[in-house]
C-alpha cells in the first residue's frame, strides 16, 4: 500500500516588539492592547516573556496562499489596535536601540518559572524569532525529515538576519539573536535521532526527572512540535516585511515535500555531523547572505545567489504541487535586496552620511521597520 502524501499544512509564529510610534522608543503593552487584541483575535494573540512582545500564532493553513491571508490580517489587526495607544509593531529579531535590562517580563506562570530557572539569562532576551510548523503526521516521518531537513537551517537563518545591532552598537554579526539565544539550554542545531522511539526515550530522560516539564522546553532550531503533529523550524530570525516571512515559510514547506518526495524514490540528502552543519550556521550568523555558505559535497563556498537559484530548481515540482511557485520565487528578490541585517547597517550609514547622531540614526531604522510591518496588508 502507497505510503500517503503528507498535508504540509501551514502554521506561522511571530514574535513582534511594540515601540513608541513618534519616537521609536521600546514600550510595553498596556493591559487595554491585550484586551482589544484578544477580542478581536482570540488566541492567535498572546503576550511573549516580554513586556514589550507580543505574539501571534496563525490559524492552520492548507496552503501558503492561505497563510499569507491569515499573517497580513493578525498584522494589520496588531498594527490598528497599536495605533490607538500611540504605538507600531515592527517584526524584527532585535531592537538596535533597546537596553535589555530595564526591560519586565510578563507576569505569567509559565514566564515567572522560566524567569527563575535561568536566571539572569532570561533577562536577555530582549529578540524575537520566527517559528514554522508544517504538517506530518506520521512520527517516524517527522524524524527522517528533520535529520535531513538540517542541511537548510543556516540557509533559513542567513535569508532572515534581521539582527546586527544591539545596544546601539554593530555586532558585526548579522543574527545577533542567534548568539543571546544560544545561552539557553537545549537549542542550537538538533541532534541526529535514529528513530521516534530514540526521541521520546531522550525527552523522557528529561522530563522523568523533572528537569523539564515536556518537550516543550526544547528550543532546538528544528524540532517536533510538543503540542502539534508537525515538524516546526525555528530558527529564523523575526521579518521585518510580510512577503519575505512568506516566501520563507514556502521554502520550509517545498523543501520538505522534495524531501519527502526522495524517500518515495529511495534516495535521501546526504546529511553530516552537526561540526559541519555548525560552520555553516556559524556562517549564517556572522554574514548573513553575504559571503556564502558551504558546500560540502563539492568541498567550495558557494555564493548565495548560486545557492537561490539551484534551491530553486530542486523544488520547483514540490513549489508546482504545493501551488507556491510565487513565494517560493520571492528567494531571488530577498537574495537581490539583501537581508535585513544588511538595510539596516546601509540606513544608519547614510543617517550619519547626512549628519544625523547615532541615536537618530537608530531612529531611522525603526521609522523604517515601522513602515516594513505595514507592507502587504
Known amino acids: 500500500m502507497a505510503e500517503q502524501e503528507p498535508s504540509f499544512t501551514l502554521g506561522i509564529e511571530e514574535e513582534y516588539l511594540l515601540v513608541d510610534a513618534e519616537t521609536g522608543a521600546l514600550r510595553e503593552a498596556p493591559d487595554a492592547l491585550m484586551a482589544a487584541c484578544k477580542a478581536e483575535l482570540a488566541d492567535q494573540v498572546s503576550p511573549e516573556f516580554l513586556r514589550c512582545q507580543i505574539e501571534i500564532g496563525s490559524p492552520v493553513a492548507a496552503n501558503v496562499t492561505e497563510a499569507r491571508a491569515q499573517l497580513a490580517r493578525l498584522r494589520e489587526s496588531i498594527a490598528r489596535h497599536s495605533a490607538d495607544f500611540g504605538l507600531a509593531p515592527i517584526s524584527v529579531a532585535c531592537h538596535p536601540l533597546a537596553d535589555w535590562r530595564r526591560q519586565d517580563h510578563t507576569d505569567k506562570d509559565r514566564y515567572n518559572k522560566l524567569s527563575q530557572e535561568m536566571g539572569g539569562l532570561s533577562r536577555r532576551m530582549l529578540i524575537c524569532g520566527m517559528h514554522v510548523h508544517v504538517g506530518i503526521a506520521q512520527k ?165 545567489d548560486q545557492i537561490a537559484e539551484d534551491w530553486l530548481a530542486i523544488i520547483a515540482e514540490d513549489a508546482d504541487a504545493l501551488d507556491s511557485q510565487p513565494a517560493v520565487a520571492g528567494l531571488r528578490d530577498m537574495v537581490a535586496r539583501g537581508s535585513a541585517a544588511e538595510r539596516q547597517r546601509a540606513l544608519f550609514a547614510a543617517a550619519i552620511a547626512a549628519g544625523a547622531t547615532p541615536e537618530e540614526a537608530f531612529r531611522s531604522i525603526v521609522m523604517w521597520l515601522i513602515q516594513e510591518f505595514r507592507q502587504g496588508f
Open 140 to 304: 517516524a516521518q517527522r524524524i527522517d525529515l528533520m535529520n535531513q531537513f538540517s542541511w537548510f537551517l543556516p540557509h533559513l537563518l542567513a535569508l532572515s538576519a534581521s539582527s546586527p545591532f544591539w545596544l546601539g552598537e554593530d555586532t558585526a554579526l548579522a543574527s545577533y539573536r542567534t548568539t543571546v539565544f544560544a545561552g539557553y539550554p537545549r537549542t542550537g542545531l538538533p541532534p541526529r535521532m535514529g528513530s521516534w522511539d530514540e526521541y521520546e526515550r531522550s525527552v523522557g530522560a528529561l522530563t522523568e526527572t523533572g528537569i523539564i516539564d515536556d518537550a516543550s522546553k526544547i528550543w532546538w532550531d528544528l524540532r517536533p512540535s510538543a503540542r502539534f503533529p508537525t515538524l516546526e523550524t525555528r530558527i529564523c530570525d523575526a521579518c521585518p516585511r510580510l512577503d519575505n516571512t512568506v516566501t520563507l515559510v514556502a521554502l520550509i514547506q517545498a523543501t520538505l515535500r522534495m524531501l519527502w518526495r526522495l524517500s518515495r524514490q529511495n534516495l535521501r540528502w546526504r546529511q553530516y555531523d552537526n561540526f559541519l552543519l555548525g560552520e555553516n550556521r556559524w556562517r549564517a550568523t556572522r554574514y548573513g547572505i553575504t559571503q556564502g555558505l558551504i558546500d560540502f559535497g563539492s568541498g567550495r563556498v558557494i555564493p548565495f
